[in-house]
């Protein structure tokens, strides 16, 4: 068992189910995309280990060992069809960040079928409106895509929307700042951490589950053993990505894993 004194909040985005296309294809989108039988699997863990799946508002009131956040990125329509219903099996619950401009596009979820999330009482928060990085855009941009995005995913759930996770983990002191103002209780990042009581709900850390990712290493990570090492690639990566540019670094990575998933 974890001596954490904290939570560990795990990142997923779309789950693949047999013989249903994923949204997108590209080697860099791919790879966050976890098979819906590796997801059971590494439930069913979670469960048998005695840990417990919590949205990002429980886990803000208990950041305990005794349990995850699970957290979804993008708003894929497999949160529904897929997520939730083993998530409501397990009696686990999680926290939804949606991509408002995803919303009824193919593979996305639907604005009515959003709505079931919450009333299966699952969290809504929000991903942005458009999924722009959030450190590309000026003043006005940055503010539509943080506090524009309450206002509609809150108008369309009819309920409040107080947690928000930045795309791709890019963001700066301004969005922060936006995101306060906006009425957020929370700002999730992709920064790999524990969660504890004193870390600020500003700059929450989060880990990314990735495919094909090894049950022994899920578990490593949803215990908080060993993220030294994956903050340290993390940081190297991050210095390379400020010095180059959000652009070019991305067309860097894209070749990259293309060459990877070629051979």
């Known amino acids: 068992m974890s001596t954490n004194p904290g939570a560990v909040y795990l990142m997923y985005h779309e789950l693949e189910l047999p013989g ?15 098979t819906e039988a590796d997801f059971r699997a590494q439930m069913q863990d979670l469960r048998a280990r005695g840990r417990r799946g919590m949205s990002v508002g429980e886990a ?27 998530l409501k099996e397990m009696s686990f619950n999680a926290t939804f960040y949606i991509t408002v401009g995803f919303l009824d ?10 709505r079931e999330l919450p009333a299966l009482g699952f969290e809504i928060g929000s991903h942005s409106v458009t999924h722009r990085y959030l450190t590309d855009v000026n003043e006005s941009s940055l503010r539509d ?18 947690h928000f996770s ?28 524990v969660n504890t009581a004193a870390t600020s709900r500003y700059a929450l850390g989060r ?44 067309q860097l990575r894209a070749q990259l894993l293309r060459r990877h998933s070629d051979k």
């Open 105 to 114: 596009r193919r593979g996305y979820l639907s604005r009515s079928q959003l």
């Open 60 to 86: 803000l009131v208990s950041p305990s060992a005794s349990g995850v956040a699970l957290t979804f990125d993008d708003g894929c329509e497999t949160d529904l069809i897929a997520a939730a219903p083993l």
């Open 145 to 162: 895509e943080i506090e524009g995005s309450k206002k509609k995913l809150e108008e369309i759930v009819n309920r409040p929307v107080v």
């Open 207 to 250: 880990v990314a589950i990735l495919r094909g990712m090894p049950l022994p290493e899920f578990q490593e990570i949803s215990e908080g053993q060993g993220l030294w090492k994956r903050r340290a690639r993390q940081s190297a990566r991050t210095f390379v990505r400020n010095v180059i540019g959000n652009s070019l670094y991305d």
């Open 20 to 34: 249903r296309p994923m949204c997108r294809d590209e080697a860099g989108y791919v790879r966050y995309v976890v």
């Open 166 to 193: 930045c795309p791709g983990g890019r963001f700066d002191p301004r969005a922060v700042a936006v995101a306060r103002d906006s009425g957020y209780l929370s700002f999730a990042t992709s920064e790999t951490r």
